[in-house]
C-alpha cells in the first residue's frame, strides 16, 4: 500500500520536534501536525521557558527588594517588567524554532487538529493523510480537580499565568507540586501574598523527603504553606476568590484576589480518536512499551501523553529512542533510571533516582548512604550561602542508585554525579577526580571522599592497612 507519508507526527512541542527533525534529517518523509499556530508546545509556551524567566526576573527584583526595601509603585513596575521579559524569552525562542526551520528540513507542517479516521489515515482539517507509521507526542494539560465551586471562579493555570500584567496583592495555589512551587516563589518575590494549599504531608512530595522538608523551611520566610489541606469549595469573593480548605479537622477559609490551580498533568488524548482505531490507554495515558510502541505496532507515543516522566528531556529521549524505532525499525528500549530532573526554586533541588526511603526499601543493608552539609564547603561557606545538603546513596560497591541535593546552583553542580552514573562509573570515582577549588561541584568530591573513609574506617580493611604501614615502616 502506498502512503502519503512514511511518517506522521502528531504534536509540535519538545517529544514531536525531535521526532520530526531526527527522522526528516535522515531521509524519511514527514508529516508534522500542530494545532496551535506556533511550534514548541508547552515547554515553550506555558512551560519550562516562561517560568525560568519568571524565576529569574523575580530573583532579581528580591535582590532589590532585598538591598533596600522596594515601595509598592515600583513593585507594581517591576511586576509589569517580569511579565514582559518572560513574553520577550518566549519569543526570542520562537524564533529559533520558527516553522520555516522544520519546513527547511523537508517536513510538511499541517495547522490542524489530527484525529484519527482509520489505523493509517488521520483527518487533518479538511484534509485526510496517510502514513505508514504516526508517532503521537500530543503532550498534557492542566488536570482541574473537581473541587465544588471551581467552575463559577476565574482561576489561573500555567496556560494563563504568564498573561497577568498587574501585580496581584494575593494569590492562593492549590498545589505544591513543582509547578506550584517553582511559580509560587517567583509570585512571592514579585510581591504577591502567596498561599499554596496541598494535599499531602509535605510540598514536592516526589522529593527524598529529608529535601522537601529542608524546602519547607526555607520559603517558609516567602510563602504561606498549608500542608495536609483539602480545599473543599472555592467561590467569588469581594476579593476575588475565597477558598475553603479543611486541615485537622478544622474548616477555614482564606481569600485572594488571583487562585492557580497545579495540581497535576492530563494527557491530551480526547480528540485523537483512539478507541476508533483500538489504541489502548489506561488511566487516560497512553499505554506503550519499553520501546514506546503502542499495542499497534505502526503507532509510537512519546513526551507527557504517555504518562513516563513529565520532563521535556524525557520528551527528547523517548523522541530519540522513536526515531530509532519508527524510522530504522530498531527495537531501542527506554530507561528511566538515570533520568535526573531539577526543581527551579531558590534552592534548586536536583533529583536523581531512588529517595532514601525509596533506596532503603530496595537495598536494606547493602544501601550506603553519604551525605554533606552545605554549612561544612568552604564555597558554600564563603558565599553565606549554607542552607542545603547533598546525599548520594549507592551499593556497597559504589554503584549509584540515588542522588540529591538542596543548594543554591544545585541543579548545575549535582549533575557530575548524574554524568557519571551514567557512564556507568561508582560514585568513588569521583574522589579521584580533581576539582577546582573552591568550585561548587567541590561539594560532591567531598562526598565521595566519605566513601573511602567509610571504607578505611571498616575494621577489616583498617587492620590490613595499619599491618602494611607498620610492615613498610
Ligand atoms: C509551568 C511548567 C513548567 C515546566 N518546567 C519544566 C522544566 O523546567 N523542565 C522540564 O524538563 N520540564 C518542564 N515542564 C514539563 C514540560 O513542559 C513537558 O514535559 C514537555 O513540554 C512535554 O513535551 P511534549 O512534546 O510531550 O508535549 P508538549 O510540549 O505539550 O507538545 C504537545 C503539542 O501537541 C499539540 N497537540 C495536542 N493534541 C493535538 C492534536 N490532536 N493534533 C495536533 N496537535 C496536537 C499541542 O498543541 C502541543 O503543541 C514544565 C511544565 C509546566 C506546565
Ligand atoms: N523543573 C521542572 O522540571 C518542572 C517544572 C514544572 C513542571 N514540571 C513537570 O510538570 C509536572 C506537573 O507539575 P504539577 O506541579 O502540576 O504536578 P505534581 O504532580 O508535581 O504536583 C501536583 C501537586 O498537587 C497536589 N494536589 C493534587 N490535587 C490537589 C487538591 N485537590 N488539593 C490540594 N493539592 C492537590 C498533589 O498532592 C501534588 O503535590 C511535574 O510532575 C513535572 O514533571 C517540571
Redesign the pocket.
Known amino acids: 500500500m502506498n502512503f502519503d507519508y512514511q511518517l506522521a507526527v502528531?504534536?509540535?512541542?519538545?517529544?514531536?520536534l525531535t521526532v520530526a527533525a531526527g527522522a526528516a534529517s535522515f531521509g524519511a518523509e514527514v508529516a508534522l501536525?500542530?494545532?496551535?499556530p506556533e511550534l514548541g508546545?508547552?515547554?515553550l509556551h506555558?512551560?519550562?521557558m516562561p517560568?525560568?524567566a519568571l524565576i529569574q526576573a523575580a530573583k532579581e527584583v528580591h535582590q532589590a527588594d532585598q538591598v533596600s526595601q522596594l515601595p509598592e509603585n515600583e513593585r507594581d513596575r517591576l511586576f509589569e517588567n517580569a511579565m514582559n521579559r518572560v513574553s520577550e524569552a518566549v519569543q526570542d525562542v520562537q524564533n529559533h524554532d520558527s516553522k520555516e526551520r522544520f519546513i527547511e528540513l523537508g517536513i510538511d507542517i499541517y495547522e490542524a487538529?489530527?484525529?484519527f479516521v482509520d489505523a493509517h489515515t488521520l483527518q487533518v482539517g479538511q484534509e485526510t493523510i496517510t502514513a505508514k507509521r504516526f508517532v503521537i507526542?500530543?503532550?498534557?494539560s492542566p488536570m482541574i480537580p473537581p473541587i465544588n465551586g471551581v467552575d463559577q471562579v476565574d482561576y489561573l493555570t500555567?496556560e494563563t499565568i504568564f498573561n497577568m500584567r498587574k501585580r496581584p496583592e494575593s494569590m492562593v495555589v492549590i498545589g505544591g507540586g513543582i509547578?506550584g512551587l517553582e511559580l509560587s516563589q517567583a509570585m512571592a518575590r514579585l510581591g504577591v501574598e502567596v498561599t499554596v494549599v496541598e494535599g499531602s504531608d509535605h510540598v514536592l512530595s516526589k522529593e527524598d523527603e529529608e529535601v522537601s522538608q529542608m524546602l519547607e523551611k526555607i520559603v517558609s520566610n516567602e510563602l504561606n504553606l498549608l500542608t495536609d489541606s483539602r480545599v473543599e469549595q472555592v467561590e467569588a469573593s469581594g476579593q476575588g476568590v475565597a477558598v475553603t480548605y479543611s486541615k485537622d479537622g478544622e474548616v477555614n477559609t482564606i481569600e485572594a484576589e488571583k487562585i492557580l490551580i497545579a495540581t497535576g498533568r492530563k494527557s491530551?488524548i480526547g480528540?485523537?480518536g483512539l478507541d476508533r482505531i483500538g489504541v489502548k490507554t489506561s488511566n487516560g495515558k497512553i499505554d506503550v512499551d519499553a520501546s514506546l510502541r503502542t499495542n499497534l505496532r505502526h503507532i509510537y507515543a512519546v513526551?507527557?501523553?504517555n504518562g513516563s516522566m513529565?520532563?521535556?528531556?524525557v520528551?527528547g529521549m523517548e523522541g530519540k529512542v522513536a526515531i530509532s524505532n519508527a524510522v530504522f525499525g530498531l527495537s531501542r528500549k527506554v530507561s528511566y533510571e538515570k533520568v535526573p530532573?531539577v526543581v527551579?526554586t531558590a534552592p534548586e533541588i536536583y533529583h536523581l533516582g531512588l529517595t532514601e526511603k525509596e533506596a532503603k526499601q530496595r537495598y536494606g543493608d547493602q544501601l550506603l548512604t553519604f551525605k554533606t552539609k552545605l554549612a561544612d564547603n568552604d564555597r558554600f561557606m564563603a558565599e553565606r550561602n549554607t542552607e542545603g545538603i547533598v546525599k548520594i546513596m549507592t551499593t556497597n560497591r559504589g554503584r549509584i542508585v540515588g542522588a540529591h541535593a538542596i543548594g543554591e546552583g544545585a541543579g548545575e553542580w549535582m549533575q557530575e554525579v548524574g554524568t557519571i552514573q551514567a557512564l556507568n562509573k561508582k560514585f568513588q570515582s569521583l574522589s579521584n577526580i580533581v576539582h577546582p577549588y573552591p568550585a561548587r561541584n567541590n561539594i560532591v568530591s567531598q562526598t565521595a571522599d566519605l566513601y573511602w573513609r567509610e571504607k578505611l574506617f571498616d575494621s577489616s580493611l583498617n587492620k590490613a592497612i595499619r599491618w602494611y604501614v607498620g610492615k613498610f615502616r
Open positions: 502528531i504534536g509540535g512541542g519538545s517529544g514531536g501536525i500542530e494545532r496551535k508546545g508547552d515547554c506555558y512551560g519550562c517560568s525560568k487538529e489530527a484525529s507526542a500530543t503532550g498534557s500555567n509547578i491530551n480528540s485523537l513526551g507527557d501523553c513529565p520532563f521535556t528531556h520528551a530532573w527551579y
